[in-house]
């Protein structure tokens, strides 16, 4: 009775990817605007805006109606500059994650790959063990 392990005809399960690449000229633009919004350029502009809008009415200075029209009022500024904050996040999170999962993916590989040498040398064991058994065997009936 052979009590060798099989060697399984499927190869080992891949990991998926769960990012997906943009198929459309939208989607494609679309994926910028995160690291658009989280530019420190962008969040410099947001906080001077927010320093001419919010800041200068509170010490008397008068912006003018236009300006605060088109520039909208603190609960404009404060909300825009937190959403780039949310956005800079997601964009970093989204960067660790794909970088975790590309040392994942390489540690999955070389384990695999450890696990086929030790199941090589086990055969090696096994069969080695095999022809021990047999030259004993065969000694044991030379002797008698």
Do not use: W
Not at 61 to 81: F, P, Q, R
Request: with cysteine; net charge negative.
């Amino acid at each position: 009775m052979d009590d060798t392990p099989t060697e399984s005809a499927d190869p080992p399960p891949q990991a998926a990817s769960v990012h997906l690449p943009p198929q459309t000229r939208l989607d494609k633009v679309l994926s910028v605007v995160p690291r658009a919004l989280s530019s420190h350029v962008h969040i410099i502009f947001l906080g001077a805006m927010g320093v001419y809008l919010v800041l200068l009415p509170l010490v008397g200075l008068n912006v003018s109606a236009k300006a605060e029209l088109i520039g909208g009022n603190y609960t404009n500024v404060t909300s825009d500059l937190g959403a780039c904050i949310a956005a800079g996040l997601t964009v970093h999170l989204v960067k660790r994650d794909r970088r975790h999962s590309r040392e994942l993916e390489e540690l999955s590989q070389a384990l695999h790959g450890r696990h086929d040498k030790l199941e090589e040398g086990i055969q090696a064991a096994v069969a080695a063990a095999a022809r021990a058994e047999a030259a004993a065997a065969k000694l044991a009936d030379d002797r008698r």
